[in-house]
């Protein structure tokens, strides 16, 4: 019997790994939490291990008792498991332990090895006992601190557990109309599900769990994706640790194994999953065609055909649209129903002119996406119509205001969207034409004003732009539609008919200054009925020394242009009208600045002799010619600025009893360079036969003319009253002298008769020239030649006396009566008669009259002798 000394060190375990082919024949063996595959023993896997010796030297062990222990998956504890292995009489402590056939060993089993020693006391060989019998009948674990306690850290042996794997389902992103979406399907639903056609190139990820009963095993898990329809390997490899498995080949249907290793030559095949792609994207077979044209009216429509796998129609998935005018979104992802046909209508009311975008975003089933986008331009507004005026372009013509020209209609047409289509024109409700044009967003039409007509011409269009209506039944527009129309007008008024102008002056006649000259201008129609009359807008003037146009233009007034300078003038009228027609009347005006009268008509200084006397008639002078005088030179002065004038006076002696009675006389009185001349005329007192003119006051008429350079002759002064003449030849009549008895003796009254050879000779002006005179002479008493005005009746004469009364024309002719007057009736007396003829002296030129008392005869009926003057002659 060998000795054997009990070891207090710890068991020391020498472990030996090896890999097998199959998973099941794996033994795994454990010690302080490091595992190792079992080392080959014999002809299987198995441990060698060393137990340790007997502490107490009085004992020896006699055998050895190897047994293994077993801890089932729900066990609490250790218990034998199969028999143990008795070694009598060992020769030493290590031991060698062959696992043998490891079938006999369950799976998630845990297996330690224990042992126990018999023993012999030194002092009785004869007895064997089990060492430590008292604790656990002497059982102890192998690798354990405390061989009395099985751990989880001491020594342990068991079977690799095979790894299980089970797949799920697999999950991936995709895109919905919200965004990227994570689209999860556990494996009862991909048999009806097809992935997006670039899910595996972007990675799906497999949901699957992998497990191993060996805590301590590191699972690897690795892939395999074979074409399903030709077995061929289309991607392999290790899953890695997001579980995403990523490939670019193409393929409809592909079929996925995951295989789970734990590094012990175990392993596990999920069973193989068949993944269906679609890979076809759906898209728009058809859709609204507008033709290139802009769509009329406030409908945005279009019915879409969308297609998806081999050409069938898109019955599921999701079809959303969204809508944009002019860049900005007005309706966003509105999800249309689906539809049996695939047709998918999006169709909008009421929307404004703009240009949109119609989008479509396709899904079909699979998650593929087709964005599509229609554009469709809406134009319910009719073209906008702006007129050009001549302020804009000098061809254009203006409206609704006169106008003397045919010009041109300009209006400038603007359609945003449709563009212009057409212009249908007419006159006075008379179709013109049309025109046709390729649809520019602006154009400036331009039709001629007709030239042969004239008035207020109405003038209309329709413009028209390029939009259609649509047509749901054709999925298409009526390209026979017309446009969205603008109707406009303007009325051209044009009157070519320049006003009348007549000015109130003939070119041939003189006028006298201040002159007015005015003119007329009146606007009349071309034609009866026509209504061209534009009327006359403005009147102006001009006065130039010449015939040609003036610069600068006056306008007329109303009150017309005053002349006040004499000269040659030309007046130039101009009438315009509304339309701007134009008439110049051109007039040559001749203008006398009328000449004037300075002072009075006097006899010249060297002719005053032949005056007796002068007076006034309160206004006119009045000259009274000696009657020995038979002509006298008269003067008067004349202003006229007209210098180069000649004056021509007309002087016509005219008498006041007999307008018959008259004698004439002219005198023309050449220029003097200076505007104030004198005019010097002589007048004789004969008449045209050379007789006499006889007695009575004349009236000195004056017709002054101006004879122009151009011979013309104006009469500025007709008849003038110059002065008046009177001529008296005879003497007065004879005085009438009455006695008449008063109570203190005789009254005497002298009566001086009126003329009676002209009446014109007893006007109170004359008169006043004549002179009344009387002398009383008493008998016995000295005769004086002193004679008294007469002023009243002679009274109280109480002796006798003569009583000479003397009557002395304003031509200093006298006429005398003397009577006796006797104081008493009862005496005889002689004859009292008077003399009746008058003393009429003949008073030599340049003197006044004198008086010559010859001698008295009492010849009754009888004057002085006319003989007794012709010592005179």
């Known amino acids: 019997m060998k000795k054997i000394f009990i070891l207090t060190a710890t068991l020391v375990l020498i472990l030996c790994f090896g890999l097998t082919v199959h998973a099941a024949d794996t033994m795994k063996i454990r010690m302080n939490r490091e595992v190792k595959a079992a080392k080959d023993i014999g002809t299987g896997k198995g441990i060698s291990f060393t137990l340790p010796e007997l502490t107490d030297k009085k004992f020896l062990i006699s055998a050895i008792e190897v047994a293994i222990f077993e801890k089932g998956e729900a066990d609490e504890s250790y218990s034998i498991f199969g028999e143990s292995r008795l070694i009598e009489n060992p020769e030493s402590l290590n031991i060698s332990m062959d696992f043998g056939d490891t079938s006999k060993f369950a799976e998630k089993s845990k297996y330690k090895i224990a042992y126990r020693y018999f023993v012999k006391s030194l002092d009785d060989m ?5 060492a430590g019998e008292n604790i656990k009948d002497g059982w102890r674990m192998v690798g354990e601190l405390e061989p009395t306690n099985a751990t989880d850290s001491g020594f342990v042996f068991y079977k690799n557990t095979m790894p299980e794997i089970e797949v799920y389902g697999i999950s991936y992103t995709a895109e919905d109309i919200s965004g990227p979406v994570t689209l999860r399907y556990d494996i009862s639903q991909l048999e009806g599900v097809y992935l997006h056609k670039t899910a595996l190139a972007d990675g799906i990820t497999i949901d699957y769990a992998a497990s191993d009963y060996d805590s301590e095993d590191i699972l690897t898990v690795n892939y395999r994706l074979t074409d399903a329809v030709t077995s061929e390997t289309i991607a392999e490899g290790q899953l890695a640790s997001d579980n995403k498995i990523k490939y670019t080949a193409k393929c409809e249907y592909a079929k996925l194994v995951l295989t789970v290793t734990d590094g012990w030559n175990a392993y596990a095949q999920s069973e193989g999953l068949t993944l269906k792609i679609d890979n076809e994207t759906p898209y728009v077979y058809s859709e609204f065609n507008d033709l290139g044209r802009v769509i009329k009216g406030r409908n945005l429509y279009s019915k879409f055909t969308v297609m998806d796998d081999q050409n069938y129609p898109l019955t599921s998935g999701n079809v959303y649209y969204s809508i944009r005018r002019d860049g900005q979104e007005l309706y966003m992802n509105i999800r249309l129903p689906n539809s049996e046909n695939g047709e998918y209508t999006v169709e909008r009311t009421g929307m404004a002119d703009g240009v949109y975008e119609i989008e479509l975003i396709i899904f079909d089933k699979a998650y593929n996406k087709y964005v599509h986008t229609l554009s469709q331009t809406l134009d319910n507004t009719a073209p906008t119509v702006t007129f050009l005026t001549s302020r804009d372009n000098v061809l254009a013509t203006d409206y609704s205001t006169w106008l003397n020209k045919s010009k041109n209609i300009m209006f400038t047409v603007s359609d945003k969207y449709a563009g212009v289509r057409r212009c249908n024109y007419y006159m006075d409700y008379i179709f013109q034409g049309s025109t ?15 030239v042969t ?11 028209y732009d ?8 054709t999925n298409s527009v009526n390209t026979s ?5 603008r109707f406009v007008s303007r009325y051209v008024w044009l009157d070519k008919t320049p006003p009348t102008v007549t000015v109130n002056a003939d070119e041939n006649t003189w006028y006298n200054a201040p002159m007015t000259v005015t003119f007329a201008a009146n606007d009349y129609e071309s034609r009866a009925g026509v209504g061209d009359i534009s009327g006359v807008k403005s009147r102006e003037y001009a006065v130039t020394e010449s015939e040609a146009l003036p610069d600068t233009w006056l306008s007329y007034p109303s009150s017309g242009v005053v002349f006040n300078t004499g000269g040659v003038y030309y007046f130039h009228a101009k009438a315009i009208d509304y339309a701007g027609n134009e008439t110049v009347v051109t007039k040559k005006i001749k203008i006398n600045e009328k000449s004037e009268i300075v002072g ?3 006899p010249t200084s060297d002719y005053l002799y032949t005056i007796y006397n002068q007076a006034t008639d309160g206004t006119n002078n009045v000259y009274v010619i000696k009657n020995t005088a038979y002509n006298t030179k008269y003067q008067y002065r004349i202003s006229d600025a007209d210098v180069q004038d000649t004056i021509r ?8 009893d007999d307008s018959s009675v008259f004698a004439d006389v002219s005198v023309d009185t050449a220029p003097s360079g200076v505007a104030q001349r004198a005019v010097v005329f002589n007048v004789p007192y004969t008449k045209t036969d050379k007789s006499p003119l006889p007695n009575g006051v004349y009236q000195m008429l004056l017709t002054v003319s101006e004879v122009k350079n151009d011979t013309d002759i104006l009469t500025s002064h007709h008849n003038v009253l110059g002065c008046e003449v009177v001529i008296k030849r005879s003497a007065p009549p004879l005085p009438q002298i009455n006695v008449a008895d008063a109570t203190d003796g005789k009254n005497v009254t002298i009566t001086y008769p009126d003329e009676t050879i002209s009446g014109s000779l007893n006007a109170a002006y004359i008169r006043t020239m004549y002179k009344k005179e009387y002398k009383l002479v008493f008998e016995g008493a000295v005769a004086t030649g002193e004679y008294l005005p007469y002023r009243d009746v002679l009274t109280g004469i109480k002796k006798d006396c ?4 003397l009557y002395t024309d304003a031509a200093g002719n006298i006429s005398t009566a003397v009577k006796r007057i006797y104081a008493d009736d009862s005496v005889d007396a002689p004859d009292n008669s008077i003399l009746k003829d008058g003393n009429t002296v003949t008073v030599e030129e340049g003197r006044q009259a004198n008086t010559y008392y010859i001698g008295i005869r009492r010849e009754k009926q009888k004057g002085i002798d006319k003989s007794a003057f012709d010592f005179l002659n």
């Open 126 to 130: 004869s007895k064997t006992a089990v």
């Open 436 to 450: 046709y044009l390729d649809s520019p967003i602006t154009y400036t039409f331009s039709y001629p004003v007709t």
């Open 453 to 463: 007509k004239t008035g207020k011409l109405y003038y209309y269009f329709y413009v």
């Open 466 to 473: 390029n939009a259609v209506t649509l047509n749901k039944g």
């Open 481 to 485: 539609a017309s446009g969205n129309s």
């Open 600 to 602: 009075k008509v006097t």
């Open 649 to 656: 006076t007309d002087v016509h002696i005219v008498s006041r």
């Open 802 to 805: 003569v009583v000479t009364a």
